[in-house]
């Protein structure tokens, strides 16, 4: 199985702040994909194959990475994005989840 | 509009069986693998099983595997989730997701509560 570990765990950040979460995997994944989830609701597809945004996604969300090390980045936060962010990898079953970052607005 | 509309939740005591649907609408189900991903309140997201659009692949995660069983019906548009042997730490808000042929787990239902508790 192919652990994620994604950090930070929680963080704040102020309006027009610069914000990046990183992700981390046991063993080489192919691509890495990440999801929004607002409280309440169901997870959203937020970047996939490592870089591509998904329909609606602001172009101030970036997504990077290779092998082992991927991440999401926000080039100026704005209230909206406040909220929990999680990485998937689905090179090799069984599909794991990173344990998620909180992004919260100061 | 695609549309995934999990039933069957509830409470349910350990040890018990308890089985999820998924009815799927907007698209053509038959072209498509499903999922099942969970949450336990407060928690993150786990994967729990996949089926392949004509049900030849399924894998789970090494939680469940042995005690759910995912299956499709593509006469029905339907997805399921049978759950035996049901333990406190299975409690979780359970969606179903389509594997999109571009995008992961690209449409999410709203999600059905199971509750294990005596």
């Known amino acids: 199985e192919i652990v994620l570990t994604q950090s930070p765990t929680t963080m704040a950040a102020s309006p027009g702040e610069k914000v990046t979460i990183t992700c981390r995997a046991s063993s080489s994944v192919s691509y890495m994909h990440w999801f929004q989830q607002k409280s309440g609701t169901s997870p959203k597809p937020w970047i996939y194959?490592?870089?591509k945004l998904a329909s609606g996604v602001p172009d101030r969300f970036s997504g990077s990475g290779s092998g082992t090390s991927y991440s999401l980045t926000i080039s100026s936060m704005e209230a909206e994005d406040a909220a929990t962010y999680y990485c998937l990898q689905r090179s090799s079953y069984p599909l794991t989840f990173g344990s998620g970052t909180k992004l919260e607005i100061k | 509009e695609v549309q995934l509309v999990e039933s069957g939740g509830g409470l349910v005591q350990p040890g018990r069986s308890l089985k999820l649907s998924c009815v799927a609408s907007?698209?053509?189900?038959?072209?498509?693998?499903m999922n099942w991903i969970r949450q336990a309140p407060g928690k993150g997201l786990e994967w729990v099983a996949y089926i392949s659009s004509g049900s030849s692949y399924i894998y789970y995660a090494e939680t469940v595997k042995g005690r759910f069983t995912i299956s499709r019906d593509n006469a029905k548009n339907t997805l399921y989730l049978q759950m035996t042997s049901l333990r406190s730490e299975d409690t979780a808000l359970y969606y179903c997701a389509r594997d999109g042929a571009a995008i992961p787990l690209d449409y999410w239902g709203q999600g059905v509560m199971v509750t294990v508790s005596s």
């Open positions: 194959d490592t870089s």
């Open positions: 907007g698209f053509t189900f038959s072209n498509y693998g």
